[in-house]
């Protein structure tokens, strides 16, 4: 079954063909970021102008590239939510139209859930029951999943996102926008010993807050020409602190639920001193631990597709009156 996927929640446009969930023949992804830059942040207006702009094209190229015909399609899911709403507006209306003017079945999705999906696009997918902790911008929380359609909510952020964090201080160091990058290049040559930064305690002990320390870093910078130098130890600091806080919790989430099954997708896990200080942890724990390959971390339609496909077997179907899902 070739399954269209459309995401669209945030500033990409984004447009894929995978086959029975698992084979992807074209992944292809278009970003406004260059437009947002200047701003500091994603500018909501200008991302859903772009990709009412370019969804068509998006949509062609991701087909073209498949080798297939449109009438190929089987399947239409696109991202319902959560998101930027005249975002994920123009990505839904274009998958309706699409689904009724194919007389093909649609399946709206949501956009946490596929950023775990991405991890199940890989070779070796893993196995239920498992916890995955979701990473993004917008996003931090943790899953319990027994199925794609049975899932519990064990934790999430209390404030900041966890990628919203690093975006954050990126700012504070005057790095520009999406600080993810820019903070994990310059913490690779950072002494992460240097300054002692901690994430604030949650009551819930599955919940996180991020956004204490993005105040201390503000504290620790505030009136001070910092050097390069001082730059990196923070950055180094700054992420010691973070990750220390994601790994502490997703283990004590596999213990509570006496699971040794644990996953991380989204954007941040994209970064690879995350990813090597988690594998430690895990194999020091007899923990499975998957990542999605890097470049299905970041918002993709790829992992909308596969996930579309899932619940479309299990008989999960949209209709024409699919609208946006903020939650
Ligand atoms: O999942 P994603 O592509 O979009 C959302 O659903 O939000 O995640 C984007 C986030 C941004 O906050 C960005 O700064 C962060 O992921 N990010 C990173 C890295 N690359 C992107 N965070 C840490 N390290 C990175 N290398
Ligand atoms: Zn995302």
């Known amino acids: 079954m070739n399954v269209l996927g459309i995401e669209t929640s945030c500033d990409e446009t984004a447009a894929a ?24 942040g994603v500018v909501p207006e200008i991302a859903s102008r772009m990709q009412l702009e370019t969804i068509t094209q998006v949509t062609q190229r991701a087909i073209r590239q498949a080798g297939i015909k449109l009438r190929d399609i089987n ?23 699409l689904s009724y003017g194919l007389g093909i079945p649609l399946v709206g999705v949501n956009h946490l859930l596929s950023h775990i999906y ?7 997918s893993p196995k239920f029951p498992l916890v995955a902790l979701v990473v993004s911008g917008g996003h931090t929380n943790l899953f319990l999943l027994k199925d794609f359609d049975a899932i519990e909510l064990l934790g999430s952020t209390l404030d900041d996102a966890c990628g919203e964090a690093f975006d954050k201080v990126a700012k504070i160091l005057g790095l520009g926008y999406p600080g993810g990058p820019v ?13 002692k930064f901690s994430c604030s305690g949650t009551d819930r002990p599955l919940d996180f807050s991020f956004s204490g320390i ?23 600091s700054f992420q010691e602190a973070v990750f220390a ?17 644990l996953v991380v997708g989204g954007g941040v896990a994209v970064n690879q001193c995350l990813r090597n200080k988690f594998l430690a942890e895990a194999r020091k724990n007899n923990l499975s ?16 597709a596969g996930l579309g496909y899932q619940l479309f077997i299990k008989s999960y179907c949209s209709d024409l009156s699919l609208s946006v899902d903020l939650n």
């Open 289 to 304: 631990l998957k990542f999605p390959t890097p470049h299905l971390c970041l918002d993709n339609a790829a992992m909308v």
């Open 245 to 261: 806080s994601l790994i502490k919790k997703s283990l004590l989430a596999c213990k509570l639920k006496k699971t040794k099954r």
């Open 183 to 195: 903070i994990e290049k310059l913490a690779r040559q950072g002494d992460p010993k240097k300054i």
């Open 75 to 97: 399947l239409v899911s696109v991202t319902s939510g959560p998101g930027l709403l005249g975002s994920l507006a123009v990505g839904i209306s274009f998958a309706k139209s």
């Open 214 to 236: 993005k105040t201390a870093v503000l504290y620790a910078v505030r009136d001070k020409r910092l050097t390069l130098n001082e730059k990196k130890d923070i950055a180094a």
């Open 118 to 124: 991405a991890v199940f696009l890989s070779k070796d």
């Open 17 to 40: 063909v995978v086959t029975d969930g698992r084979v992807i023949l074209s992944n292809v992804v278009v970003s406004s970021l260059k437009f947002h830059r200047k701003y500091g």
